[in-house]
């Protein structure tokens, strides 16, 4: 075995704990068997079952069956090509703070996989299978050995399935990429001004007038509970509460802080109903309702919300108000705090344990409560000094549509806050968060992935693998096994675009126009909504932003060519001539629709101002590629001229903007540079 290896010899996401490399390999062909050694049960085979499939997918090879279609298990060690050594089951059900750690050395006769736990093992099969590789010699994995554990015992993904709906094969898609890149928590957000997305025996008037039909029945909910914890995954529900209510006053206005009748909102923000922590009547119903939920779901963690409760109606109550004085709770804070520990009770005499978003933080605040902050990293500090325990999303809200690069750079664990070491023990990890107001079920997976797979790396990976460039390196090959696995985050965007397009898009066309939405992003969350408030959640998301993903693998292709031409003194012809193809074509491309599909299709020629920015700015990188080439002098001005033409290329038009724009101002800037003269006195 050769000595450990750069992150850049690997493909993995999450990066390993420790993985070393040598020049051998095993051989995988359709004699390819697997022998288990130790423990042995329904989900591990299931595991190993999902893991074969996907590899006969792959390489197109077929395993061995039996008469019944199950995959056929090697009799013995020795006739294995891999033997798979789980010492016990672990909980049926994941619980926080399981064994999820796992061995695996591959030989050039046998891979030896070794776990403690179910869990450990099936994610070894998922390093695995991201092992697998190819040449002329056929399939084979590499000679390596790996040690492997998490950093954080909570790496969690958030699905808002409540301002627009999301069923349930979208979840469970979503649960395959889990899987795959070893998040184990699914915090399902269920309730919130928008709709009540959880069926309720008990207490059916919720569901029933505050759902719009978009419910998941307690069936469904099993079969999700079920699904997530053959994979290793953990799934925590959240009812929002006392805030972000409106769906529950729909059916229940007798529990609002505000005299109703209530009506479900259809549009974003932070609205005021919230419950009436002074009602007897809203403790009768949260006891009958999370006593319900309590048993149907079997996680220890029950989020209640929390989070961005405004107070207006508090406020505006004189009832509340005197009970406020009468119980010296001091102010609305003392108000929800004291809310908090009687829900903290209910959920106790159900042994669960509360969870909340930032603004639960209290000094009543009970013991064993759990703070998820959204605030930023004094929220992990002040939490974790107070005692209690924390997990993170701030800096992990994939809805922004940020770079992910800035996703993978935020710790869980405070950079710029010193935490002593008995606060670090208390941050128990992290979740991206998928909130969905301007997602779909036909979007949300570009929405999550690939980037998600990056956050799953800084929950999973040491510290230290924080190599931006080598993530998105491995970031488009662990697209493709997301894509394996079922997810539609590339898959969509043509049947999209040909929607959009219309009918009378020419195959010519709709290449044009693919070739654009490469090269657009989505504005941030606060200019989307902003700029689109009159689109409400009824309404469809099909848009060219719709199409369009931030993190752009051909924009960031074009960024990287840029940096190449320039890193070195005078960028050679070769990669000035690629310049000039990729510039060319856009123009080509933008020129194209400008003057055909845009004047057929009016939902294009909505777009239009964006493809005429994509002419223009192509123009100023050809000019500055054939500046560079010719290294002539340039007119006075010339630098200045060009950016400003840069700037008005990057305004926004229809919530999308070009991505490409940075690099050109590079291109720009180097080509200004290489043409002025020398200045007088100075080295030539």
Known sequence: M???????????????????????????????????????????????????????????????????????????????????????????????????????????????????????????????????????GGWYLPEAKIDDRPRFPWRGLMIDVVRHW????VIKRNLNGMALVKLNVLHLHLTDDQGFRIESKTCPRLHELGSDGHYFTHEQIREIIAYAAERGIRVVPEFDIPGHATSWLVGHPELASAPGPYGIERGRGIFDPVLDPTNPKVYEILEKFLGEMAALFPDAYLHIGGDENNGVHWSANPGIQAFIREHRLQDNAGLHAHFNGRIHKILAQHGKQLVGWDEILHPSLPAGSVVHSWRGAAGVAEATRHGFACIRSNGYYINLSVPVSEHYLTDPMPSDIPLAAAQEKLVLGGEATMWSEWVTPEIIDSRIWPRTAAIAERFWSPREASDVADMYRRLQIISRRLEEAGLRHESYVDPALRRFAGDTATPADLAALRMVTDLLEPVTLDPRNETQKHIDLLAPLAGLVDCARSDNPAARAF??????????????????????????????????????????????????????????????????????????????????????????????????????????????????????????????
Not at 166 to 169: K, R, V
Not at 583 to 603: D, F, M, N, V
């Open 166 to 169: 999301q069923p349930l094969d």
């Open 559 to 684: 960024a990287d060519l840029v940096d190449t031409a320039l890193t070195v003194k005078s960028a050679s012809a070769a990669d000035l001539a690629a310049l000039t193809q990729q510039l060319t074509g856009w123009k080509a491309a933008a020129i194209l629709l400008a003057t055909g599909l845009c004047e057929r299709s009016p939902r294009l020629n909505e777009a239009l101002p964006l493809i005429q920015a994509l002419v223009a700015a192509s123009e100023v990188g050809l000019e500055a590629v054939e500046a560079l080439g010719a290294k002539r002098m340039l007119a006075a001005g010339w630098r200045e001229t060009q950016l400003a033409k840069l700037a008005a290329a990057a305004v926004p038009h229809v919530a999308a903007e070009l991505a490409v724009i940075a690099a050109l101002q590079q291109l720009v800037a180097a080509a200004a540079v290489g043409s002025a003269p020398a200045q007088p006195g100075s080295c030539s």
């Open 2 to 136: 050769n000595a450990p290896v750069s992150t850049h010899d690997v493909s993995l996401m999450p990066l390993p704990a420790g993985v070393s490399l040598g020049s051998g390999r095993l051989a995988v062909t359709g004699a390819l068997r697997v022998f288990l050694r130790g423990h042995d049960d329904a989900r591990l085979r299931a595991g190993i079952s999902r893991a074969l499939c996907r590899l006969e997918e792959r390489t197109g090879l077929a395993f061995a069956r039996r008469p019944d279609s199950e995959y056929a298990f090697a009799e013995n060690a020795a006739t294995a090509t891999c033997v798979i050594d789980c010492a016990a089951s672990g909980s049926p059900v994941p619980i926080l703070g399981e064994d999820e750690s796992y061995a695996l050395e591959i030989s050039s006769t046998q891979a030896t996989l070794r776990a403690p736990t179910v869990l450990g093992a099936l994610h070894g099969l998922e390093t695995l299978l991201q092992l697998l590789r190819s040449d002329a």
